[in-house]
Antibody, heavy 121, light 112 residues
Framework: QVQLVESGGGLVKPGGSLRLSCAVS????????MSWIRQAPGKGLEWISY????????YYADSVKGRFTISRDNAKNSLYLQMNSLRAEDTAVYYC??????????????WGQGTLVTVSS | DIVMTQSPDSLAVSLGERATINCKSS????????????LAWYQQKPGQPPKLLIY???TRESGVPDRFSGSGSGTDFTLTISSLQAEDVAVYYC????????FGQGTKLEIK
């Protein structure tokens, strides 16, 4: 069955860095666009970034552009999010998610359970 | 960026009654070349990730009960639950995927 498991969250000071990982199984990872989407405590969903199947096409939300970097390793079935210059407003549960159909930017159909990132001094 | 605005922010409906949630986009999400609306609906229950209910504005995801339906085109969309069940209590989000992704602010659905 399809599984997405995020890791790497935790408590970090403002200005610090974290690297999130998402390990996937149960499908051909290299066929799908992948996204990171976050949710601040008690708030709504905010798309952060997505990456194409080969990594050639990447988009970021303005709120993280220049600070976050998405990447993938198709050989390791893994998605990553390098987060630098973290701010208090980056505090959220971070989800990785798979696009519904292959090779296109469809809405996500499978999501991980999320990993909590807390930015606080 | 396309802004998605949902209404109402919260809604209380009696069991067995119809629930209707609206979603408006700041620009059309209808792609003329394929006549598809790049609009999805999600359900999120506490402590869980979102669940995809509907895509292309009106196509139900596999396994989603047929009491859930989506309609609309261009900039105005609706999610309808025809007969509310207790397990439908959740927050519902619309999402456009015409240009990157944007989510609505969410609508909290409760039992009256």
């Amino acid at each position: 069955q399809v599984q997405l498991v995020e890791s790497g969250g935790g408590l970090v000071k403002p200005g610090g860095s974290l690297r999130l990982s998402c390990a996937v199984s149960g499908f051909t990872f290299s066929d799908y666009y992948m996204s990171w989407i976050r949710q601040a405590p008690g708030k709504g969903l905010e798309w952060i970034s997505y990456i194409s199947t080969t990594g050639e096409t990447i988009y970021y939300a303005d709120s993280v552009k220049g600070r976050f970097t998405i990447s993938r390793d198709n050989a390791k079935n893994s998605l990553y999010l390098q987060m630098n210059s973290l701010r208090a407003e980056d505090t959220a549960v971070y989800y990785c998610a798979r696009a519904r159909d292959i090779v296109v930017v469809d809405p996500p159909d499978y999501w991980g359970q999320g990993t909590l990132v807390t930015v606080s001094s | 960026d396309i802004v998605m605005t949902q209404s109402p922010d919260s809604l209380a409906v009696s069991l067995g009654e119809r629930a209707t949630i609206n979603c408006k986009s700041s620009q059309s999400v209808l792609y003329s070349s394929n006549n598809k609306n790049y609009l999805a609906w999600y359900q999120q229950k506490p402590g869980q990730p979102p669940k995809l209910l509907i895509y292309w504005a009106s196509t139900r995801e596999s396994g989603v009960p047929d009491r859930f339906s989506g309609s609309g085109s261009g900039t105005d969309f609706t999610l309808t639950i025809s007969s509310l069940q207790a397990e439908d209590v959740a927050v519902y989000y619309c999402q456009q995927y015409y240009t990157t992704y944007t989510f609505g602010q969410g609508t909290k659905l409760e039992i009256k």
